[in-house]
């Protein structure tokens, strides 16, 4: 178990051995950990280092919390986004610290859902350490007050109703079948069931909350918009949390550029790519990393 200390708060991370070839680096979602990315990397490792961590709050990064020492960017201060400690400008500059003190840069971010987010965040406030953006599952820039109130709702009776009891119940198996097109296997509705009983509920509930506010969501498309590092869009055409057509939507913010498709579709595939399509997804990478490995020497 490895781990390093990123402003008072420890966190879990798994390297793999060091490359020549642009190190990835993986950023879980809401509720999750840092190990739905093993069956991709699993594929990736042998040619590309590879970073899986735990944000801070969840996973195995949930300890030490009240350590914490705060602070944003100043490009998160400049745009008017969420001051808080759970803030996606927070957990940037947790992210471009610990790729400091790790020494890995500039790199290529693969963020899932709220990890997506996160990415696009880090890309803003410290283009210098990043390389490319792919956003798996994530996208957004349309406020929707009816379904995001919804949402909200949904995830706070979530977060408010943990028990540790659960973890004996159907709820793993419920968990496998969940937000994805095909039932997963078992133990993965258990890993499920486990990060979401163990998160940190200031983190579980401030990452939801300040993420899905209005002025949050409508940044997004201007972050986009601003973006140097090429970013592209991995999407399910079975997801049902972030449908496809809010993927292209934020997608549509990015530069045109003569024969490039920013969104890539999966087939059977929903809102957990990595762990539904892992040998798709891993292809996928391995691709973008070519193409923008030979776009570097033209």
């Known amino acids: 178990m490895a781990t390093t200390t990123v402003f008072g708060v420890p966190h879990y991370y798994e390297l793999t051995a060091a490359r020549k070839t642009p190190a990835l680096v993986f950023i879980h979602g809401w509720l999750l950990s840092h190990r739905y990315w093993q069956p991709v990397i699993e594929r990736l490792a042998p040619d590309h280092t590879c970073l899986a961590y735990d944000l801070r709050g969840f996973g195995e990064s949930r300890y030490g919390l009240d350590q914490y020492r705060p602070g944003l960017p100043a490009e998160v201060k400049a745009l008017g986004a969420s001051a808080s400690p759970y803030g996606l400008g927070a957990y ?28 696009l965040w880090m890309a803003h406030c410290y283009p210098q350490q990043v390389q490319g953006v792919v956003c798996l599952n994530a996208g957004g820039g349309i406020y929707l007050e009816r379904e995001f109130q919804q949402f909200r709702q949904a995830g706070q009776y979530i977060v408010g109703w943990r028990r540790a009891w659960l973890r004996y119940t159907l709820l793993p198996l419920l968990l496998t079948r969940m937000m994805v097109h095909r039932p997963l296997d078992y133990s993965w509705g258990r890993d499920r069931c486990l990060d979401m009983l163990q998160a940190d509920t200031a983190a579980a509930l401030g990452t939801l909350l300040e993420s899905t506010t209005e002025a949050e969501v409508h940044l997004l498309p201007r972050l986009v918009a601003a973006l140097q590092p090429p970013v592209y869009f991995v999407a399910g055409r079975q997801d049902q949390v972030m449908n496809l057509r809010y993927v292209q939507h934020l997608a549509g913010y990015l530069p045109t550029r003569p024969g490039h498709s920013p969104v890539i579709e999966i087939e059977n595939c929903g809102h957990l790519a990595m762990v539904e399509q892992p040998q798709v997804v891993a292809k996928v990478l391995q691709d973008l990393l070519h193409t923008a490995s030979l776009l570097s020497l033209t």
């Open 92 to 119: 940037a500059r947790d992210l471009a610290a610990l790729l400091e003190q790790l020494d890995l840069g500039p790199v290529w971010l693969v963020g899932h859902s709220l990890g997506g987010s996160i990415a």
